[in-house]
């Protein structure tokens, strides 16, 4: 069974602009978990996708945003980025009840 | 709101030798407990504890859950060079998501 796959790998944008990361999960799985990276403050929790509905949000602001289709693929958008947005930006996907999350290789995201 | 706390920040050891690494936390309904390895890279899934799970073993790694005492330890055996990667610990709860502490990193010496 493929695993979770993140797009793009790799991201330099500058800051103002906007970005959008996508991620498809592992087949069958219908819960997209998203997560914020830096050497500083570890791995934080943005927002979690069931079924194409936010069910879980974390304390980010509102230029944080995500999505999730009918097919369970997900996005996130970060818009106005800011140098501080520079990150590992992971998803992990997730069936359980007891949210066993398997993570996706990330995306890194430079804002210059 | 939920909270993780690992220990010991980071380890040296040479190969060989057996290390404990520590979980604390607290939790609203705990759900489950999960450890994970990471390299350069993304986290790997290592295991799963939950109420009805509490023991869990892989080759040279194992892993218990005191429920009572609100803990997990991860145990490596024979550590190789392999090893040496950060470790995460995260616990999920009634909100239905992983709070993760900061991460044991452990480094095994030839």
């Known amino acids: 069974k493929a695993g979770v796959t993140q797009t793009p790998r790799y991201l330099i944008k500058t800051r103002g602009q906007q970005v959008t990361l996508s991620c498809s999960p592992i087949?069958?799985?219908?819960?997209v978990s998203w997560y914020q990276q830096t050497p500083g403050q570890g791995l934080q929790f943005l927002f979690e996708y069931f079924s194409e509905t936010q069910r879980n949000k974390g304390n980010f602001p509102g230029r944080f945003s995500g999505r999730q289709f009918s097919n369970s693929r997900s996005e996130m958008n970060v818009s106005t980025l800011e140098l501080g947005d520079s990150a590992l930006y992971l998803c992990?996907?997730?069936?359980?009840?007891?949210?066993?999350?398997?993570f996706g290789p990330g995306t890194r995201l430079t804002v210059l | 709101e939920d909270k993780v706390v690992q220990s010991p920040l980071s380890l040296v050891v040479h190969e060989g030798d057996t290390v404990t690494l520590n979980c604390s936390y607290e939790?609203?309904?705990?759900?489950?407990l999960l450890w994970y390895k990471q390299e350069k890279k993304a986290p790997t899934f290592l295991f799963m504890l939950?109420?009805?799970?509490i023991e869990k073993k892989s080759g040279r790694l194992s892993s218990i859950l005191d429920k009572k005492e609100l803990f997990s330890i991860l145990n490596i055996t024979a550590t190789q060079t392999g090893d040496s990667a950060v470790y995460l610990c995260a616990v999920c709860g009634s909100a239905r998501q992983l709070t993760f502490g900061s991460g044991t990193q452990l480094t095994v010496l030839p």
């Open positions: 939790v609203t309904n705990f759900r489950s």
């Open positions: 992990a996907s997730s069936t359980g009840q007891y949210n066993e999350q398997f």
């Open positions: 087949s069958g799985h219908r819960s």
């Open positions: 939950t109420s009805s799970g």
